[in-house]
């Protein structure tokens, strides 16, 4: 059991206006991969980042303003794609669902993510020191060397180690929308515009299936942050208990 704690750091209310050299700068950068839901290609808003710039800088900052993430950027593709070429292609569990959204979209996911979301949530001491998916400077091997320093520790002064290993399936897919935003507000202090924003951008998600030439029929995703995303990645974990423990009853971890 853990202590309870109360959230008492500054909280994130409010938006700050972006620049247009933030957004042509980002333009610049981005990869010219595109998806079949932009209107415009990503090579053109690449090369043209000072015609787009300032229409992308003022798109985003009246989201942010408003709260209101633009309905026609929550459409996700999925293609599925067969994980191993010696698979059966008639087993629809041997495909791996590829998500697909709009370049836009993901424009002003990033400009939020990188302005303000991020280093919010990750500065915030309710934030896991133990989280290591999808997040800088961590990855597998960082979480298997931490595991291995407490089983080896624990060695050393002669305990025993019981490792209990828990998967949880299509992590991505089973997100509840209001137990995420209940913990961004709760635990993170994420409130105001910015809380009402992510809501909007959680709300009315759709998606459909796009296999050759069949497609299916578009249906609304009650529940999930979207695969392919920008902000997937640090939602997912966010929607997680990350509470710092401050004094555990028992030895055994």
Known sequence: MYAVQHYREPE???FQPLTIEEVHKLLSSMPTKSSSLDV????????CAEVF???????ANLSMQTGKFPVNYKRTRVLPLLKKTALDSLSPAN????????????????LVLTRCLRPHLLGSANFSDYQSAYRKDNSTKTALLDVLDRVYTAADDKQVTVLTGLDLSAAFDTVDHQILLDHLETEFGVTGIPLIWLRSYLDSQTQFVN????QSFVIWLEVGVPQGSVLGPLLQPSGQCHRRPRRAVSSVR
Do not use: A, W
């Open 95 to 110: 495909y791996r669902p590829i998500s697909n959204l709009s370049s836009v979209s993901k424009v002003i996911e990033r």
């Open 211 to 214: 296999m050759g030439q069949h």
């Open 12 to 14: 994130l209310s409010s």
């Open 53 to 59: 710039g300032p229409v992308i800088t003022r798109l």
């Open 40 to 47: 415009l290609p990503c090579s053109l808003l690449k090369s």
